[in-house]
């Protein structure tokens, strides 16, 4: 996968191209790619503005559309094909899962981290094609949340990770939070690892921590499985979690509700 970043704090992303994480064996193992453009070098005068007061008064300082589209086609010109281009910004549609997957599929994509107040609305119409949100909160500029998605859609490209199941396995993948995890040692401050997992029953296991899956989504994330329809085995793996819970419901799931309450 080739991608860009435009940045005018383009040394933050040393952090993903320095050879450590995720995002650096991607890169050290040819499956990402990633260029870092500073709009400061296609700016106009001596002093590299890339900023300027909002028309209409108010606070802050907005980036100018010039410089950000220059380096936008230095990005689209170096590609090796056409791009699509990723702005994140509050406004965005919520990033997750299931927009990482459809990013990982795609070939080439040019990231626009904005800063100060905002960026040039004539920018985004015009240029932009997909706006993404990590969130309902500000950062103090885009690079983080481009860095996380970026680390986000690595882990995905096949070769990656070590283990080709790791991906698949994880939190949000099939739509429900992770189950717990245990290592090494058996017993740790007093408690110890569930006895089905030394067990060597791999059906077992299986169905524990698909259990367990469920039940700490019902937890922790009710709104999940609210989303979703759960098949019959589901359904009786959640229903043996709740009436073996040892702590309270979640609070907006009333107490004592049935399944068909909770997944409907």
Same mark, same amino acid.
């Given at each position: 996968?080739? *991608? ?9 992303? /040393?952090?993903? !191209? ?11 193992? @040819? ?9 400061? @070098? ?6 590299? +503005?890339?900023? /300027? ?11 100018? #559309? %010039?410089?950000? !589209?220059?380096?936008?086609? %230095? ?8 791009? +699509? +281009?990723?702005?994140?910004?509050? &406004? ?28 040039? %609305? ?37 070769? *990656? ?7 698949? #396995? ?12 245990? *290592? ?10 569930? /006895?089905?997992?030394?067990?060597? @029953? ?14 700490? *989504?019902? &937890? ?31 609070? @907006?799931?009333?107490?004592? #509700? +049935?399944?068909?309450?909770? !997944? %409907?």
């Amino acid at each position: 996968m080739w *991608t860009a970043a435009i940045s005018i704090f383009p040394r933050m992303f /040393d952090a993903l !191209t320095g050879g450590d994480g995720v995002v650096g064996r991607a890169i050290a193992r @040819d499956l990402l790619s990633l260029r870092v453009i500073d709009p400061r @070098d296609h700016a106009d005068d001596r002093h590299a +503005t890339v900023d /300027d007061r909002p028309y209409g008064g108010g606070p802050g300082m907005v980036m100018k #559309a %010039e410089p950000l !589209t220059r380096a936008l086609d %230095e990005a689209r010109a170096m590609a090796p094909g056409s791009v +699509t +281009t990723v702005f994140v910004s509050p &406004q965005g549609r919520r990033f997750d899962h299931r927009v990482a997957l459809e990013l990982a599929g795609m070939d080439r994509l040019v990231f626009v981290a904005g800063r100060y107040e905002g960026v040039d %609305e004539r920018f985004i119409r015009r240029e932009v094609d997909l706006e993404l949100s990590l969130g309902d909160f500000v950062l103090s500029g885009g690079e983080l949340a481009v860095m996380v998605v970026l680390d986000a859609v690595a882990r995905l490209l096949p070769g *990656t990770l070590g283990n080709a199941e790791s991906a698949g #396995a994880e939190s949000h993948a099939d739509g429900l939070l992770d189950h717990p995890h245990f *290592t090494r040692p058996a017993s740790f401050g007093g408690e110890a690892v569930p /006895d089905v997992l030394l067990g060597g @029953d791999h059906g077992a296991v299986a169905r524990w921590r698909r259990r367990e899956a469920l039940g700490r *989504t019902w &937890q922790k994330r009710p709104d999940l499985l609210a989303a979703r329809a759960l098949d019959a085995d589901d359904r009786r793996l959640l229903q043996e979690f709740i009436a073996n819970a040892s702590f309270d419901a979640p609070v @907006d799931v009333p107490v004592g #509700a +049935t399944i068909a309450d909770t !997944t %409907e």
